[in-house]
């Protein structure tokens, strides 16, 4: 029953996610692609790009569209489930889903199967910080791997399994 389960959750999510389509795809540098598709936007780096230390353990893969498109799918699923995630952190996120930017990278887990890490962003802030600061060099959102200490609910990252459509490692940042 639950091989059942899975196997349909798969199959329309593969369904829905072909007939959705990037709004954009443009190539940002050598390593990322900039998306636009319904109801978010994002980075996605390419397996060769280094994003320090986070990812040396697991060989890595270049996340496509298609790919990009089932992730969001299920993650919207997750993010939508109120008996799953149920505090202010949780409802703040669901209530404002599409004001973050999303980073993408993938990876293939011990057992073989594509997974992306999508680490997310609060679209006002970063873009705050991207403004040009006097002898600052100012680094994009689309060229490196933002790694944000606190924040709360503005910054929060999640794994999701393409192969099996489990979400995991779901982490809100906390305030400091």
């Not at 593969?14 to 692609?33: A, G, I, N």
Request: hydrophobic share 35%; aromatic share 16%.
């Amino acid at each position: 029953m639950k091989l059942y389960l899975i196997s349909t959750c798969l199959l329309l999510i593969c369904f829905t996610s072909h007939t959705q389509k990037l709004k954009v795809e443009k190539r940002v540098t050598d390593y990322s692609v900039y998306v636009i598709g319904d109801g978010f936007e994002g980075v996605i780096f390419d397996g060769t790009f280094k994003s320090g230390s986070k990812f040396n353990n697991f060989t890595r893969f270049t996340p496509k569209g298609k790919d990009v498109l089932s992730a969001e799918n299920i993650l919207k699923n997750f993010i939508y489930d109120k008996k799953k995630l149920n505090n202010s952190d949780d409802q703040f996120i669901r209530n404002n889903l599409q004001k973050y930017l999303r980073q993408y990278t993938g990876y293939i887990n011990e057992k073989g199967e594509k997974v992306i890490h999508i680490n997310a962003l609060w679209k006002e802030s970063v873009l705050y910080f991207e403004q040009p600061i006097a002898g600052y060099k100012t680094i994009k959102w689309t060229e490196a791997y933002s790694y944000v200490n606190d924040g709360g609910h503005h910054y929060w990252q999640v794994k999701v399994n393409l192969s099996t459509g489990e979400v995991f490692n779901y982490w809100v940042n906390g305030i400091g």
